[in-house]
């Protein structure tokens, strides 16, 4: 059995999706990225006070963390509505908080003590192999905005994927669930990296894919899956 990550990805593709939705919802999301464009330079602020307070207590402040999670998570569930999976049509909400109606979610446990020593090379120089992967799978790497978006998987091989699964389902009708699999995997990879370079936990991220909607992390951790979401299926216009 795989140890379980602090960092638990989840999303449920839905099988209902419109064929060809898929292309309009890169004009659909416009809004999403300049919200997010602006968050992530406050999670870029943020993230560096929060490196000065475990630099010298060890401890990473409650509020920005919180605040940071809920950037990622509406990060990701932005990215599984458009080219990180294009895995729903339902419109990503404008929240930080969990949606339990939306089909992806994104949960960090919060660390009680962080090494102080760490958070000083850890966002740079040990993160540096994962780093070299993620470019490839989102396309670039770098914390700040747009470095995070790329480092979240907004680009790159996982892109490049997530278009193939949206034109096969609107070819033939369903999204190929070996490639939503492994979408899931990568998107969990990059999340993973994300949070150990944002400075979240002192925990090294696996060199290991973990394919699947459901994150393994649950089950090791006592924590049931994310339930599938269901109800209308709508954009901002009813689209």
């Not at 599984?80 to 992806?104: E, H, I, M, V, W």
């Not at 393994?216 to 899956?225: C, L, S, T």
């Amino acid at each position: 059995m795989q140890p379980s990550y602090p960092v638990r990805l989840d999303g449920h593709v839905d099988p209902a999706a419109r064929r060809w939705l898929w292309v309009a919802k890169l004009v659909l999301v416009i809004p999403h990225v300049v919200v997010l464009w602006a968050l992530w330079i406050v999670v870029t602020v943020l993230t560096v006070v929060a490196g000065v307070s475990i630099l010298f207590t060890g401890r990473y402040p409650p509020k920005i963390f919180e605040f940071n999670v809920g950037v990622m998570r509406w990060t990701w569930r932005v990215l599984f509505y458009t080219t990180g999976a294009f895995g729903t049509d339902r419109y990503p909400p404008f929240s930080l908080d969990p949606d339990p109606a939306f089909p992806a979610d994104l949960e960090i446990d919060y660390p009680e003590h962080l090494s102080r020593g760490l958070v000083l090379v850890k966002w740079w120089l040990l993160a540096l192999p994962h780093l070299i992967i993620v470019g490839v799978l989102a396309g670039g790497w770098g914390f700040g905005w747009p470095g995070s978006w790329r480092l979240a998987g907004g680009g790159g091989l996982i892109a490049l994927l997530a278009v193939i699964a949206a034109v096969t389902r609107a070819v033939r009708g369903e999204y190929p669930a070996p490639l939503f699999d492994l979408l899931m995997g990568l998107n969990r990879w990059c999340f993973r990296v994300l949070a150990y370079v944002a400075l979240m936990r002192d925990e090294y991220p696996p060199f290991r894919l973990d394919p699947g909607g459901d994150d393994p992390g649950h089950g090791m951790a006592g924590i049931p899956p994310a339930p599938a979401a269901g109800g209308p299926l709508v954009g901002p216009a009813g689209i």
